[in-house]
């Protein structure tokens, strides 16, 4: 399992967040906030967590200290707070290595998002994408419905001529869509990269 996080602090796993080590912008510059890529895997444990149902969630390992390279000494971990909404991503690795295929980066498949810290024992809460999936391709409908609209001129009370637009391209997601002459460009950065996402299985199976 594979994410990359940025973390609202450069506290350690442990540590509280305070004014110090809050990352924060002086004068109007941007943020300087460095990604944190972590492997790690998912963690069958139980937590004694109020809102932690095992039919939509997984725990995954975040220790305190981990090694940046194998044999390496091993390095206090950032904090997890401000890495909500990260993807975690089942890398595909192991099962190529196993049937001994090459392994590319476009084999990796989300399989959930990361909400949740627990300190004992160590783990974050993930929530499955299949749990997600149908609310993300909903957004997903009602932004190819949006940029269709702005491509016919932005007509006012007219929002269902997009929608059933949208509904007449049954079996397809925004992001395959053949818009023809359309002038809508999903490569935007709202939705670019969500391809591995849309292509999952209705069950994930972890």
Known sequence: MFMLGFPGSKATRYEAITKA???CAW????????????????????????E?????HVTEHFPTKARRE??????????????????????????????GS????????VCGLVWGQYNEPAVRIVTKIERLRPALLRFFREEA??????????????????LE?????????PIYFDFGRSKINFNH????GVGRLLRLPTQYAF
Request: charged content about 20%; hydrophobic content about 35%; cysteine-free.
């Open 21 to 23: 080590n809050l990352r």
């Open 70 to 99: 194998p044999g390496a000494p091993e390095v206090d971990l950032p904090t997890s707070k401000g890495t909500s909404g990260s993807f975690l991503w089942d890398t595909k690795f192991v099962r190529n290595y196993q049937e």
């Open 52 to 56: 932690f149902d095992s039919q939509y």
């Open 27 to 50: 004068f109007g510059d941007p943020i300087q906030n460095l990604g944190v890529p972590i492997l790690t895997q998912v963690f069958s444990v139980s937590v004694n967590e109020q």
């Open 189 to 192: 950065p709202n939705v670019a």
């Open 145 to 162: 419905a949006f940029y269709h609209w702005l491509d016919r001129g932005q007509p006012l009370w007219q929002q269902d001529v997009d």
């Open 165 to 173: 637009w949208v509904g007449r391209l049954k079996g397809r997601t």
């Open 102 to 109: 090459d392994w590319h980066a476009e084999d990796a498949r």
